[in-house]
């Protein structure tokens, strides 16, 4: 990515990719863009976690567990999805999750039939905390973590050990881990990569040209950000790239560090050489064992099987390995359960300077995500990341690399062309910006075992996007809807409802380059969701109780609380969606409607802003729903509808990989 077109970095040399002001921004699950729980319209910290390179408008805020602003870990709430099963490549007990985004400047066709084609990657990735000794965390300050550092000469385990305590920033965010960032600022760059005329601040792999000052943002390396397959180890786990041309997928699957060994120099501390010194300055295997590193190569894993202490234990199963994995602490192999390579997709058409639909299809660029199964039976506490790059045909991308940089580079900051007929002009172009790598990430969320008893049964995930606004006051984020807003399935398979919003929402301050003002019901900044039955998708009033089907036909398989499973009946289900969970139900204990000391305020502003949800099974029929303080007709639609058929094999239709007919918005987004 960035300066290079995922080029296989056999010979460590990179190419260049597309002039290009092209953000991106993740819808479901919610993208952070930087944000944390601001009540401006535009971001406080841009280098908060990551680099996204996208407008400080863009993102979406923590989200909150209550009905007023998490100023604590514990006061925050974070999304909550079921893993698949051990049955998942059955093709049952698989857990379904709709990744949906908007990329401004266009991407897809394919590059060899389609007129209107547009050089493009998409890459899809997440990355878990294995253990506790790491660090997963949203953070309730928007100051970026800290760090000192780095000191290449630093032999001493114990000096390190007290350097990270001393960087230790308990209110931070933390994604990628401090080891991380001050492996990528210790090591050499990567000086084969084209870097055109730009003179780097530092030789370091925290300096590429998409970043020449070597800026910091949270613990995430520049160098591995800007470019995949990236050539050493990394904490990301690949799980598939769009691309306009598909003759690149055997490379891009056979290089991804998912299911390919990635090499680094290894050096042991000098106080204590049973241990790996977590950073070395050498980035090839030369260099390496010039200076005494051992160059070894690393694996990438799903989790760690510690229970197998041996290879034959461990390899009895042919989906773990016995191998050294890419965070050893010692030199010693461990049993690793393995990854899968990435799916590689091609990717849809959208078009340039228009944040909508992919494919003149009405939907957003989208994605259907198998969750993965974790042996270990544990939670896991997980982030997305998305990342876009646009490439250009203005010269050969796979033969431009360290060659061409200097006088040599086919690119200039703002160069003067004679254009043959005794005129020249002058081109707004920043070398910086042609190859621009661009990414959202996902807010924490958990990745937890099923319950009991439900281990064949597919899962599908329905979620919320957008903010509380019109769509000029949300962009480039989006107004609420229902994500995904359509669903067939089968009546064996389940549903699992669930949102998050934010109480700080308010889209004030200056407002950027865009439009203040939370336009719609209730509170300023508050977001809030519910699910009430309509009788027919194009109805604007709910339907009464009595009027409804949806509750009947509903099975509970789960709730937050199990002693509500048994308990809950038709109307309670009912009251519990319809009140975003203020109250669990009509008649039961004292957070119900007949007992409850308070009352709900009819806009919703009293429920809690997150709603754990519920997993449900439907009979055979068709259901549509909306949510009463966000739909707004002629302004803006929150709706959503729900077939389920005896009819349907497997487990039905989906959002999947770009089968953009399995999910349509029911209405456009209007003012």
């Not at 039939?113 to 547009?118: F, R, S």
Request: negative net charge; aromatic residues 12%.
């Amino acid at each position: 990515m960035g300066s290079h077109r995922f080029l296989l970095f056999i010979s460590i040399q990179a190419i260049l990719i597309f002039n290009a002001f092209g953000d991106i921004y993740l819808h479901n699950t919610r993208g952070s863009n930087n944000r944390l729980k601001e009540a401006t319209a535009t971001r406080t910290n841009a280098n908060r976690l990551f680099d996204s390179q996208n407008n400080n408008r863009g993102g979406y805020n923590v989200g909150d567990k209550l009905n007023q602003a998490a100023n604590t870990s514990e006061q925050q709430y974070q999304l909550k999805f079921f893993q698949s099963s051990a049955t998942f490549l059955q093709d049952k007990g698989r857990t379904f999750l709709t990744m949906e985004w908007t990329n401004q400047h266009g991407c897809g066709g394919n590059a060899n039939t389609d007129p209107n084609q547009l050089n493009c990657e998409l890459v899809l990735q997440y990355m878990c905390q294995e253990d506790d000794s790491q660090e997963f965390r949203d953070g309730t300050s928007t100051d970026t973590a800290k760090y000192s550092g780095p000191k290449p000469d630093e032999t001493n385990r114990t000096a390190a050990t007290q350097r990270k305590a001393a960087d230790a920033s308990p209110e931070s965010g933390v994604q990628e881990q401090w080891e991380w960032y001050d492996k990528c600022a210790t090591r050499d760059r990567n000086k084969g990569l084209f870097i055109a005329e730009r003179n780097l601040r530092v030789n370091t792999a925290i300096a590429t040209r998409q970043n020449p000052n070597a800026d910091r943002y949270g613990y995430e390396c520049t160098e591995e950000r800007d470019y995949w397959p990236y050539w050493h180890p990394s904490p990301w786990k690949d799980i598939a790239v769009f691309t306009d041309n598909l003759t690149l997928c055997s490379t891009y699957k056979s290089n991804s560090f998912n299911v390919l060994p990635k090499h680094e120099c290894i050096e042991m501390y000098a106080d204590d050489e049973d241990f790996i010194k977590h950073n070395s300055k050498w980035n090839n295997e030369k260099d390496c064992k010039a200076n005494g590193g051992n160059w070894t190569a690393l694996y990438s894993y799903l989790e760690k099987a510690t229970q197998y202490a041996s290879q034959s234990e461990c390899e009895a199963d042919s989906s773990r390995k016995w191998a050294i994995p890419y965070d050893a602490k010692k030199l010693e192999k461990q049993c690793l359960v393995m990854l899968s390579e990435p799916e590689c997709l091609q990717a849809p058409w959208t078009r340039v300077n228009h944040l909508g639909s992919a494919d003149n299809d009405g939907v957003f660029p989208n994605y259907t995500w198998t969750l993965p199964y974790f042996p270990s039976k544990k939670d896991k506490k997980c982030v997305f990341r998305l990342r876009y790059n646009i490439s250009t045909g203005d010269y050969d991308p796979f033969r431009t690399d360290s060659r061409n940089n200097g006088v040599n580079s086919p690119v200039r900051n703002n160069p003067i062309v004679d254009m043959g007929y005794d005129v020249k002009l002058q081109l707004a172009m920043n070398p910086d910006q042609f190859g621009r790598t661009f990414q959202d990430r996902s807010h924490i969320f958990i990745l937890r075992p099923r319950p009991a008893g439900l281990e064949d049964v597919d899962i599908y995930n329905v979620n919320v996007r957008g903010k509380k606004g019109n769509p000029v006051q949300t962009y480039p984020a989006v107004p609420y809807d229902f994500s995904p807003s359509q669903l067939r399935l089968n009546s064996t398979d389940a549903i699992h409802f669930q949102w998050t919003g934010s109480n700080t929402h308010n889209n004030g301050g200056g407002g950027g380059d865009g439009i203040t003002g939370t336009e719609g019901l209730g509170n300023d900044g508050f977001d809030r969701h519910n699910l009430v039955e309509v009788n027919d998708v194009s109805d604007n009033y709910p339907s009464s109780f009595s009027d409804t089907t949806f509750w009947n036909n509903s099975k509970v398989l789960w709730l937050p609380s199990d002693a509500t499973v048994k308990q809950m009946t038709p109307r309670d289900l009912a009251v519990y969606f319809a009140t975003s969970g203020y109250y669990y139900g009509y008649e039961c204990n004292d957070q119900c409607v007949s007992s409850k000391s308070s009352s709900l305020d009819s806009a919703l502003d009293t429920a809690p802003a997150s709603f754990e949800g519920a997993l449900l099974q439907l009979n055979p029929g068709t259901y549509s729903f909306l949510s009463s303080r966000n739909h707004a007709p002629s302004r803006r639609s929150q709706k959503g509808t729900i077939v389920v058929d005896y009819s349907l094999s497997g487990s039905g239709y989906r959002v999947s990989h770009w089968s953009l007919a399995a999910v349509m918005l029911l209405l456009t987004q209007l003012l």
